[in-house]
C-alpha cells in the first residue's frame, strides 16, 4: 500500500527527476572518459587550461538561470 502512495505522490516526481539527474550525470562521465582514451583527443586537449574550459562552458549568470528554471 505505500508503494502505490509513493507511486501517486510528489515524492515519486521527485524520485524520479533526481534518478534522470543522476543518470545523465554518469552517462556524462562515461562518455568524457570514453573520449579521453582517444589518443587524438589526449593530443588535442594537451593545451587546453583546465580554468579557461571550465569558464566556457559554465555561464557566467548561474544564479539568474536557477531563478528562472524555479519559476
Known amino acids: ?3 502505490m502512495e ?3 505522490g510528489k515524492n515519486s516526481s521527485d524520485s524520479r527527476e533526481t534518478l ?3 543518470g545523465g550525470a554518469a552517462l ?3 562518455g568524457a572518459g570514453l573520449l579521453m582514451s582517444t589518443p587524438t583527443v589526449r593530443e588535442y586537449l594537451r593545451g587546453v587550461k583546465i580554468g579557461e574550459l571550465v569558464g566556457a ?3 557566467k549568470d548561474l544564479q539568474r538561470y536557477m531563478r ?4
Open 1 to 3: 500500500m505505500e508503494l
Open 6 to 8: 509513493n507511486t501517486n
Open 20 to 22: 534522470f539527474l543522476i
Open 28 to 30: 556524462v562521465a562515461v
Open 57 to 59: 562552458v559554465i555561464p
Open 68 to 71: 528562472m528554471r524555479s519559476m
